[in-house]
Structures are given as structure tokens and as C-alpha cells.
């Protein structure tokens, strides 16, 4: 049996495992990839039950997507816990400002704006970094910082003000998904 036949004999069994286990088409995919090189790497052509050891590599696989996407999500889930603390411990105008954003609405936000300043809100909000340390890490002024920190905190404070109206008003979220552009 040739490499090219042994795929097309299991890619059907693996990938439909995968996605079983997986539930998710990309990952599916990978994951079925990945089986197949680990096969084609290992001495196959000696294996006795090389159905049961090919879904055994892909059980291994699969498990182990799936553990690494549980430490991710904890960890997501603790980081987004962790802001929304410290976004309502925060007097200032800017923690105000991210404490009415729900973690959604801040990643929305955030998305939208230009690199330079969502590197600037991301390291200081999300990273509780100083103005010093974000100077240092980007390699720019502390007043440059500070500058972009007041002028994305200042689009967002816009957008948000104007959502707000939008809702008060009980128009629809299109309007406001028109003035995000």
C-alpha cells in the first residue's frame, strides 16, 4: 500500500472523528492533516492494526486540540473577568469609559481601531502596562502614548455616546454598525 492509498483508505474515518470530537471544521481539518503527517513519519507499513493505531493518533490528536483550547478559553475567561474588575475599580474618565463596555463591545471596539492605537489601549488596559513601559516596549515617546491613548479613548467614548443615543432613541443596530466604518 502506498502513502496516497493509505490516506484515501482512512482520511474519511479520521476527519469525520475529528470533527466529531472537535466540532469545528478548521480544526477538523488540522487535525486530520497533522494525523496523517505523524503516520507518514512513523514507521506504518509495520503495523499490524493500522486502523485502530490510525484513530488511536487521532484520539491523541483530538484530545489534545481540545485540551489546548480549554487552558485558552480559561484563561480568556479569567483575563476578561480580570478587566471588567478593574474596569469598575477605576475613577478616572477612562476607566469609566471602559466600564461601560461590556467585553464584547470593547473587543468590537478595539477591532475597529487603527494598529497604532489599539496597540497603545491594548497594552495599557489589558496588559496594565505603564505609559513608561508601553513607551519602552513600542519604541516611541511617552507623549506620543499619551497621545494615542486620549485619541482612541476619545473614538471610542464617540461611538459609544452615540450607541447609546441610538438605543435611547429605540432605533435598530444597523445605524450604529454604520457609524463604526
Known amino acids: 500500500m502506498t502513502e496516497h492509498e493509505l490516506f484515501y483508505s482512512y482520511n474519511k474515518d479520521v476527519y469525520r472523528t475529528c470533527l466529531y470530537m472537535l466540532k469545528n471544521i478548521q480544526d477538523a481539518e488540522d ?26 493518533i487521532t484520539m491523541n490528536h483530538c484530545l ?19 478587566h471588567e474588575h478593574e474596569a469598575l475599580t477605576r475613577d478616572s474618565v477612562d476607566g469609566m469609559v471602559m466600564a461601560k463596555l461590556s467585553f464584547a463591545e470593547l473587543e468590537q471596539q478595539l477591532r475597529q481601531l487603527p494598529d497604532k492605537l489599539r496597540s497603545v489601549v491594548t497594552l495599557r488596559y489589558i496588559g496594565d502596562l505603564s505609559v513608561a513601559e ?48
Open 31 to 56: 487535525v486530520c492533516h497533522d494525523v496523517f503527517v505523524t503516520v507518514f513519519r512513523q514507521d506504518w507499513r509495520n503495523v499490524t492494526h493500522l486502523k485502530a493505531w490510525i484513530m488511536r
Open 64 to 82: 489534545n486540540v481540545i485540551r489546548k483550547n480549554k487552558v485558552k478559553n480559561d484563561k480568556q475567561d479569567h483575563l476578561q473577568k480580570q
Open 134 to 181: 508601553i513607551s519602552e516596549i513600542l519604541n516611541i515617546r511617552q507623549g506620543t502614548v499619551r497621545s494615542r491613548l486620549h485619541k482612541a479613548l476619545k473614538l471610542m467614548r464617540k461611538k459609544l455616546e452615540y450607541y447609546e443615543k441610538v438605543n435611547m432613541r429605540g432605533e435598530n443596530r444597523f445605524e450604529y454598525s454604520r457609524i463604526q466604518s
